[in-house]
């Protein structure tokens, strides 16, 4: 698509003020394409990446470790792709203005992000990924749970809870304000914690692989005493599937830590984790009783009994 008519035009807006507002101007001229730039790759790279991912979601549906596929339709599937294509476009573009203000404020010198290798220790690095991460999962887990609150529920996070059981589709699907949300986390931590780019590049990309693998379809942990370790831990796509069903339990982002300090963690979630078919998961999710913090509104909730007689 040519869009060099937009730049003679921007050129003429320019060209026809006073050298006074010119950098004003300038710098919105700047913001403008940044985030048409942002914008397009992050639609390819969602495009890409959810469509992969779904591919192979479709293709082994009977498998054991498949999470949810038996109680869909292909109406049902289709509706909930075309809900979170939707939402995540629109999400794509809110992450790729909030992406183009940070790099504007950047270039202004109002970050603390910095470019040179040497300006702290090489350990600072690390550090410093690790503190943004950790901050981000904080940050996360208590938006997430404001978002369910029955007065923000609505209009703040039932787009990303359209379905029940999300697809790769879904690792974008937010509600514009949620999406807002989410993208002010990134833009405020690089005024306050010193950060090298590439950290900053690093955090982005550990959030959509995050996203993408919470909403894969199937479980990751493996069935050993490792697998289990970790599956305590770390949320995978089995914590986060349980969240899309309870709505009442499973707020966390990358650590189930704060489900576990916060009690919102399912009643024997580590058991759990063993079972072995999707059945039994489904099974053993309904017997369990999810700890009550918020309650969403009626209309947002789908009866288990439901979930198993199809699942059955
Ligand atoms: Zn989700
Ligand atoms: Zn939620």
């Known amino acids: 698509m040519d869009f060099s008519f ?7 807006l320019i060209t026809s003020v006073s050298a006074d507002s010119l950098a004003p101007v300038k710098i919105v001229k700047t913001i403008g394409w940044n985030s048409l730039v942002f914008f397009i790759f992050t639609v390819i790279g969602y495009f890409a990446a959810a469509g992969g991912l779904y591919a192979f979601y ?7 470790f498949a999470l ?7 109406a049902k599937i289709w509706n ?11 999400s794509s573009g809110i992450f790729a203005f909030c992406a183009a203000l940070m790099m504007s404020a950047f270039e202004q010198g109002y970050t603390r992000l910095y470019l040179e290798s040497d300006r702290y220790s090489f350990w600072y690095l690390g550090v410093s990924l690790v503190l943004v991460i950790l901050l981000q999962d904080t940050y996360f887990y208590f938006t997430h749970r404001l978002a369910h609150h029955p007065k923000c529920y609505k209009w703040l996070h039932q787009g990303h809870h359209h379905f029940k059981n999300p697809t790769p589709w879904t690792a974008f699907s937010f509600d514009p304000a949620e999406a807002l949300i989410q993208a002010i986390y990134l833009i405020g931590v690089v005024f306050i914690v010193p950060m090298h780019f590439s950290v900053l ?19 990751l942990f493996a069935d050993s005493a490792f697998g289990k370790w970790l599956g305590g831990w770390m ?8 969240h899309h069903r309870k709505y009442t339990a499973h707020y966390s982002l990358y650590f189930t830590f704060w489900d576990k300090v916060m009690g ?3 009643d024997g979630y580590e058991e759990i984790l063993s079972r072995p078919s999707v059945r039994e998961l489904t099974l ?7 700890k009550t913090i918020e309650k969403p509104s009626p209309a947002t909730v789908v009866p288990l009994s439901m979930s198993i007689k199809k699942a059955s």
């Open 6 to 12: 937009l730049n003679a035009l921007l050129d003429t």
């Open 58 to 64: 479709r293709l082994r549906p009977s498998s054991p």
């Open 68 to 74: 949810s596929a038996a109680d869909r339709t292909p």
């Open 80 to 90: 909930s792709i075309r809900n979170d294509v939707v939402l995540s476009v629109l």
């Open 201 to 219: 590049c690093a955090v982005v990309l550990v959030m959509t692989l995050g996203a993408l693998i919470h909403h894969f379809g199937f479980r």
């Open 235 to 242: 949320v995978g796509p089995l914590h986060h599937w349980m």
């Open 264 to 266: 919102t963690q399912q």
């Open 284 to 290: 053993a999710i309904a017997t369990d009783t999810a």
